[in-house]
C-alpha cells in the first residue's frame, strides 16, 4: 500500500537533545511538507521541499532543520534551539502540480520534551 | 497573505442534525480550497477540495462545501450528524508552490 509512514508515534526527550524525526513516503510524490500542530492552533508550516536537495523555510522555521537526500525521505531535527518543541509533528506530501495539489499526510509523531 | 478563519473552536451536534462548519478566506487570486479531517492521534485526511471546476463540491463520508466568491467562503455541511463524524475538521487555502495555510480547527463533538 501507498502511503507516508513516520516513526516513532511517541517520543520523549529531555530539554537540550536534539532528536530526529522520521518521514517516509512511498507515493512517488516530489513534494514534501513538516508541520507542526498545537492544541487549538491549527496547523503551521515548518519546512518544505519540492525537489530533492533543495528545501524552503516555512512560516516557523527556527530551532529546526531538515534534508531531502533522497526522495523518499525527509526527516526533520528538532534542535535545542526550540524553544518548546512539546508537539504533534506531522508529515505529508503530495505532487508538484497546481490542480493536483491535494497532500496527503503520515499519521504523526508526538513529542514530549521533559 | 493567505489566511482562513474558522470561528468556533468547539462545536456541539445532536446526532441526525446538520452539521455546518464555517469558513471563510482570504486570498488575492482564484483559490484552491480544501476540508480535511483529523480523528484523535492521527493525521489528516482529505474531505473534500474545490479546484474551480464546481461551486459546490462533494466530499466522502457525504460531506459537502459550497464555493462562494462573493463571501470568501467555503462553508462544509452534512445534513444528518453521525456519531463517527466526531473529530477535529480544517480548512485550508492553498498559496503558492502547494503551500497549504490552516484555519485553527473546529472540534466537533457529537450527542447522542
Known amino acids: 500500500d501507498g502511503g507516508i509512514t513516520q516513526s516513532p508515534k511517541y517520543l520523549f526527550r529531555k530539554e537540550g537533545q536534539n532528536v530526529t524525526l522520521s518521514c517516509e513516503q512511498n507515493?512517488?510524490?516530489?513534494?514534501m511538507y513538516w508541520y507542526r500542530q498545537d492544541p487549538g492552533q491549527g496547523l503551521r508550516l515548518i519546512y518544505y521541499s519540492q525537489i530533492v536537495n533543495d528545501f524552503q523555510k516555512g512560516d516557523i522555521a527556527e530551532g529546526y532543520s531538515v534534508s531531502r537526500e533522497k526522495k523518499e525521505s525527509f526527516p526533520l531535527t528538532v534542535t535545542s534551539a526550540q524553544k518548546n518543541p512539546t508537539a504533534f509533528y506531522l508529515c505529508?506530501?503530495?505532487?508538484?502540480?497546481?490542480?493536483?495539489?491535494?497532500?496527503?499526510f503520515g499519521p504523526g509523531t508526538r513529542l514530549t520534551v521533559l | 497573505a493567505q489566511s482562513v478563519t474558522q470561528l468556533g473552536s468547539h462545536v456541539s451536534v445532536s446526532e441526525g442534525a446538520l452539521v455546518l462548519l464555517r469558513c471563510n478566506y482570504s486570498?488575492?487570486?482564484?483559490?484552491?480550497l480544501f476540508w480535511y479531517v483529523q480523528y484523535p492521534n492521527q493525521g489528516l485526511q482529505l474531505l473534500l477540495k474545490y479546484t474551480s471546476a464546481a461551486t459546490l463540491v462533494k466530499g466522502i463520508n457525504g460531506f459537502e462545501a459550497e464555493f462562494k466568491k462573493s463571501e470568501t467562503s467555503f462553508h462544509l455541511t452534512k445534513p444528518s450528524a453521525h456519531m463517527s463524524d466526531a473529530a477535529e475538521y480544517f480548512c485550508?487555502?492553498?498559496?503558492?508552490?502547494?503551500?497549504?495555510?490552516f484555519g485553527k480547527g473546529n472540534q466537533v463533538v457529537v450527542i447522542p
Open positions: 485550508a487555502v492553498e498559496y503558492g508552490n502547494n503551500r497549504l495555510a
Open positions: 507515493l512517488n510524490h516530489d513534494a
Open positions: 486570498s488575492s487570486v482564484p483559490p484552491y
Open positions: 505529508a506530501s503530495s505532487i508538484v502540480d497546481p490542480y493536483l495539489n491535494e497532500q496527503f
